[in-house]
């Protein structure tokens, strides 16, 4: 029998790199820190992004949120089945998310405050994949599960005034939390010789913004609203420590309506600076400034039980912030929608279904996704 | 119509919102061209000084507890005997409505099973049953083998190699099993086996703790409508320790063997049975702050011209659940897991020679989670037909030759980074 106390390693350092997938979204559109819903309602989501500058719902404009005279509570959901092709090979996920939620209570006759949450970036992926690792002599199968939920969320306190019967201004302050809570689990094959790997990492976000904007009608049938938005810092935090900072992304856009009665036709155009965030992750996650742009048109449905129905269809061409193999994504979008009020006018159900495609140049690889959204609009 | 047809839709489409609320996040395609590779660096670490205690533990199974039971007659190497108590004896048989004092036995024989995965013979092989009834302590050696002499003979049979099958029936003297039933008190059978063969020869008995069942019967009427009667084995002594009782219905004797492990060997297996008890002292960086994923314990395995030592030995290694506070290497060693919970068994010859990997990441997973103040940081290693086979296998300790002294290898990964894309 012999005791004694560790007093020296023997040690081969053998260094095993592992091919994992650690930053593995495995999809085009949520690369980086994220994909971007766009922050839009299911009414301007409709119609490609177009009326955003002009949607109160939509937290883009400050000013549009005159046209909530009322105010209200406003709630939205959306599922995607986004299904990806990579050379030869096919898979699918589905996703949930409430990515907006608005609240919002006239101050006065020309006044009005709202309190709104939206997702910016929304980091919500899994991946499932099967390897071999080198142990020695011995080589290793083993399935490999990572997933990331949570995203960096665009928190907004805004009021708008009506300067004049047909001009208002709006202004907003923006903080940004958010929280992505990330996993990695490698389960061997051999699992009486091999333990499993299993880790996570938390992620929290904060940062802040400020944003401005108008709506003016020039004509009857004209609305014109543009907005912009000031991003402050934006920081990293990895176990309660700051990690990273970086600018919160700033944007501008314009977008002009066309209202005839029965029909409503609209344009915008977006410009999102999240390069900004550059700094912010790794050189991996270098974001880049977008374009978005967006063309829709709503018109008068059937009537339903003595609603009446309003049936939407948009198209949207747009840049994401994040490369795939070092390209741009680009995403097209084709969305049909309907809504009506009920409730003797005191609430509003719209619905929109999107086919959107991605694709980022060079790269083998094509996305294509299904998104299906509610929204729920509630006034007093 | 086209009213209800749009109610429809509408419904369809907030119910088809509501319930398809499942997510199913795992995709499988874009890797690994849309999945910015990180590397998941893992270290092996391979220590030398690692040992607290390793040291071979006599003494297990404790007697009595053997699941099975050698009779064994291997020349000058190896002579193993069973025995078996029946402390009590049915001396009474009904017939009709009454119960009858017997007064002649019949058919009288001994039954039991046998573990033909331990039977090794090439002659006919006689299987001789003593009496070895005595007040002396007859769990002891000494005091047990002179009772295997003639006189004490009560029963006994030649099998021809293919008749050594699962169940094997012995016939008893039936002058002497009446005897005992007659005769004075205690009225009772404990009976020793011997093997004997013109070559070297063994059978394994399964005993009551291994779920055999072995039994007597007899005959108590020459009425062919009285049945048989049949008698399970009984230990009635001591009286003052019931498990030990228990115990010593049936149990086994070592009379001659190849004797203990040399010094600086690690034994496991043989007759009497050895373990090899080994008490880990890893630092706990490794343990705990870092996600080992293998750990292989390597033992240099030296060749041994042991009997049977070209046979097959299991070796299983057991996780220790002995408290930190027990001391006693010898109970510590019988405090055990399950086999087959963490660590995989391991099978070799106990002839070979060279390196033997143990896998016990299992181990260390159990006392990363137990942590360090409680259980004790050991496995032991121990043979599957642990006091019931003859293979030994030996292995370097600590106090060996550097090279050849056991080691550990460790493949570990630190935290990993992936939060931040």
């Known amino acids: ?380 | 119509m086209r009213n209800r047809l749009w109610a429809m839709a509408l419904l369809a489409g907030v119910v088809g919102s509501i319930v398809a609320c499942r997510e199913d996040l795992n995709g499988t395609a874009g890797c690994p061209s849309l999945c910015p590779e990180q590397n998941v660096v893992a270290r092996d670490t391979l220590l030398e000084t690692f040992m607290a205690v390793d040291t071979t533990v006599f003494g297990y199974p404790v007697i009595g507890t053997e699941g099975r039971l050698l009779v064994a007659a291997r020349g000058d190497t190896l002579d193993a005997r069973a025995v078996m108590r029946f402390d009590s004896l049915t001396q009474n048989f009904t017939r009709g409505s009454g119960d009858s004092v017997i007064y002649t036995v019949d058919s009288s024989r001994v039954l039991m099973t046998l573990d033909t995965t331990g039977t090794k013979a090439t002659q006919p092989v006689t299987v001789e049953i003593y009496d070895v009834d005595t007040t002396a302590a007859d769990t002891a050696v000494t005091s047990a083998l002179p009772l295997f002499r003639p006189d004490r003979l009560i029963g006994g049979k030649t099998f021809a190699v293919a008749e050594l099958k699962d169940t094997l029936r012995v016939p008893l003297q039936n002058d002497k099993v009446l005897a005992k039933l007659t005769g004075p008190a205690p009225r009772r059978l404990r009976i020793g086996f011997r093997v004997t063969s013109a070559a070297s020869a063994q059978i394994r008995i399964i005993a009551r703790e291994g779920g055999g069942s072995p039994t007597i019967g007899y005959d108590p009427s020459p009425d062919t409508a009285v049945k048989a009667i049949v008698v399970n084995e009984l230990s009635l002594t001591p009286t003052d320790n019931p498990t030990v009782k228990a115990d010593l219905t049936d149990y086994q004797l070592v009379v001659r063997s190849q004797g203990p492990t040399p010094g600086n060997f690690l034994g496991v297996g043989g007759l009497p049975a050895q373990r090899t008890y080994l008490r880990f002292n890893i630092p706990t960086r490794l343990i705990d702050s870092a996600t080992v994923v293998r750990a292989q314990l390597l033992l240099t395995q030296v060749p041994t011209s042991s009997v049977d030592a070209s046979d097959s030995l299991t070796i299983y290694p057991q996780v220790v659940r002995a408290s930190l506070t027990l001391a006693d290497v010898v109970r510590s060693a019988g405090i055990l897991n399950p086999p087959g919970l963490e660590i995989d068994s391991l099978r070799f010859r106990p002839s070979e020679s060279g390196e033997r990997a143990i896998e016990i990441v299992g181990a260390l997973r159990e006392w990363k989670a137990v942590g360090t103040t409680t259980l004790q940081r050991a496995i032991v290693l121990r043979s599957s037909t642990e006091g019931a086979s003859a293979p030994v296998a030996f292995f370097y300790s600590s106090k060996a030759a550097p090279a050849q002294r056991p080691r550990l290898r460790i493949t570990y990964v630190n935290k990993v980074e992936f939060g931040v894309p």
């Not at chain 1, 390693?9 to 495995?26: H, K, P, W």
């Not at chain 1, 840049?319 to 309907?338: D, I, Q």
């Open chain 1, 1 to 380: 029998m012999r005791q004694t106390a560790v007093t020296r390693y023997a040690i081969g350092c053998a260094m095993v790199l592992v091919a994992s997938r650690a930053s593995a979204q495995g999809t085009l559109g949520a690369q980086g820190f994220g994909y971007p819903p766009g922050q839009l309602s299911v009414y301007s989501r409709s119609l490609g992004g177009a009326s955003a500058e002009t949607d109160a719902l939509t937290p883009i404009n400050p000013a549009a949120l005159m046209l909530l005279r009322r105010g209200g509570l406003y709630l939205q959901s959306e599922q995607e089945t986004r299904s990806t092709d990579v050379a030869g090979s096919s898979g699918s996920t589905r996703s949930y998310r409430f990515p907006l939620f608005v609240a919002a209570v006239p101050v006065t006759a020309r006044g009005i405050v709202a309190l709104s949450f939206s997702t910016l970036l929304d980091r919500t992926w899994g991946t499932e994949t099967r390897d071999k690792q080198l142990f020695g002599s011995d080589s290793i199968g083993f399935t490999e599960r990572f997933r990331s939920e949570g995203a960096l969320n665009d928190v907004r306190v805004a009021g708008a005034w009506a300067v004049r019967e047909n001009i208002t201004v709006g202004l907003g302050i923006h903080l940004f939390p958010g929280e992505n809570r990330l996993t990695i689990a490698r389960e061997f094959d051999d699992s009486l010789s091999f333990a499993p790997l299993r880790d996570s990492a938390n992620v929290n976000y904060s940062g802040t913004g400020v944003s401005g904007g108008v709506m003016w009608r020039p004509i009857r049938t004209v609305t014109v609203g543009a907005s912009g938005r000031v991003g402050g810092s934006l920081k990293l935090r990895e176990s309660d420590s700051v990690r990273t900072s970086a600018d919160a992304p700033s944007r501008y856009g314009i977008g002009v309506r066309y209202d005839v009665p029965g029909t409503t036709v609209a344009f915008r155009a977006d410009r999102t600076l999240w390069s900004r965030m550059g700094g912010l992750g790794s050189s991996r996650a270098t974001p880049q400034d977008t374009w978005d742009f967006g063309l829709g048109l709503d018109a008068l449905g059937p009537r339903l039980g003595g609603s009446q129905l309003a049936l939407r269809a948009g198209a949207r061409r747009r840049t994401l912030p994040f490369l795939a193999g070092n390209e741009s994504v680009r995403e097209t979008a084709f969305t049909f929608g309907t809504g009506a009020p009920f409730g003797a006018g005191r609430a509003q159900l719209d619905l929109f279904v999107e086919r959107a495609a991605r694709s980022a140049g060079n790269v083998d690889a094509k996305e294509r996704s299904w998104t299906f959204g509610l929204g729920l609009t509630v006034r007093p």
